[in-house]
């Protein structure tokens, strides 16, 4: 497998406030509701660009030869299930890579970084995804194993998701598709894809990592 290394740093401080949410979800499902404890991070986007080709290309090819999950909630496109990365190692090397930056850009103290999953999709023309976040996980991550000038971008939004119950404007971006790019944003971010325009697919990985207490995992 390809070391992981980053290409670039868009912001370096980081604002941490403290909530205990409802785990319903299953976010951590081995933990008991009132003993989760996660976070709002207010950060910038980061973005990293890999050159792994080959990892791309399996990456690719496993999203092709998987199954459609039934319940792929907000994406109106072909998902595999929110687990894929235990059957793709493609998926799980994005998976622990972008745990690995996650770590490297802020300080943990009293926190600890666990990667909860990992899927992939696979846009045909005119598929979609609409407008959500990935709340109440703390890091969301989103992976471009190929891409062109022409792929509709990943939109990022200014307003929050209104279930975090969080007053903050984030940065407006759209996010053009490219092998190798990958963006990580905090889970209360509103983010989408317009309608697909090319005629070959648009591929994406993406994922959440939590960032619990360390004595609520104990």
């Excluded at 496109?77 to 799980?92: C, M, N, P, V």
């Excluded at 000038?149 to 990943?154: G, Q």
């Amino acid at each position: 497998m390809k070391s992981i290394s980053s290409s670039k740093r868009v912001m370096s401080t980081t604002t941490i406030h403290e909530i205990v949410c409802d785990n319903t979800n299953g976010v951590l499902p081995d933990l008991p509701v009132d003993k989760y404890g996660s976070c709002i991070v207010d950060k910038a986007l980061i973005e990293h660009h890999f050159d792994v080709n080959k990892i791309n290309k399996q990456i690719i090819r496993d999203i092709n030869l998987s199954e459609c999950a039934e319940d792929t909630k907000n994406v109106k496109a072909h998902q595999t299930d929110f687990l894929f990365y235990k059957k793709s190692a493609g998926i799980d090397w994005v998976r622990r890579a972008a745990f690995k930056i996650i770590e490297s850009y802020i300080s943990l103290n009293h926190w600890q970084l666990l990667p909860v999953d990992g899927w992939g999709i696979r846009y045909n023309k005119g598929d979609h995804t609409q407008l959500h976040s990935h709340w109440p996980h703390t890091w969301a991550f989103v992976y471009f194993p190929d891409g062109c000038a022409n792929c509709s971008p990943l939109d990022i939004y200014e307003q929050p998701d209104p279930v975090a119950q969080f007053e903050c404007q984030y940065q407006r971006a759209s996010i053009i598709p490219q092998p190798g790019k990958m963006v990580i944003f905090p889970g209360w971010v509103l983010h989408g894809v317009k309608r697909h325009q090319c005629d070959h697919p648009r591929y994406t990985v993406a994922g959440n990592v939590a960032q619990v207490r360390i004595n609520s995992i104990y």
